[in-house]
């Protein structure tokens, strides 16, 4: 079976005004993310994860913020769209595992939505993919809430 790993990294800064969207499901929040789609940071970094793991480029190539486009964009279809595109390159995902980086709002009571939200998008079981929320203890604009950031790695195998 041919096997290929990819990582991918999204980071947004808090915006007042902006609903808040993290793996495709909105929090009550005073705030949300900066950014030309609705800037869930979550899913962009799984899409770079698979997208890299197929050696394809990056969600900014396929999605570009210069594109009036993807102008607030939903990113549970631009998920959607990264796995559509993994396919016609021979490519499908076998799991995912992410950790976001947020001081607030508290994200562990929503991480079976979450995780429910991506099943749908990827195609995967839920239990193929993986959540974890954590903090940055206060460190840097991530940890003074300024930000909202996320790692992924995905595994993709040829079809």
Not at 122 to 151: C, F, M, S, Y
């Amino acid at each position: 079976m041919n096997l290929r790993i990819g990582h991918g990294y999204d980071i947004h800064r808090t915006a007042p005004g902006r609903t808040l969207v993290l793996g495709g499901v909105r929090f009550d929040a005073d705030f949300g993310l900066d950014g030309h789609s609705d800037a869930d940071a979550l899913t962009h970094a799984i899409c770079d994860a698979l997208l890299g793991a197929a050696g394809l480029p990056d969600i900014g190539h396929q999605f570009p913020n210069t594109d009036p486009a993807y102008r607030h964009a939903d990113s549970q279809v631009l998920l959607q769209r990264v796995i559509a595109l993994l396919r016609e390159h021979g490519w499908a995902p076998v799991n995912v595992d992410a950790t976001l980086i947020a001081e607030k709002p508290r994200i562990a009571p929503r991480l079976a939505d979450m995780k429910a939200a991506l099943a749908r998008s990827t195609q995967l079981p839920a239990d193929a993919i993986g959540l974890k929320a954590t903090t940055n203890e206060g460190v840097g604009d991530l940890g003074r809430g300024l930000a909202i950031a996320a790692h992924a790695v995905a595994l993709v195998r040829k079809l």
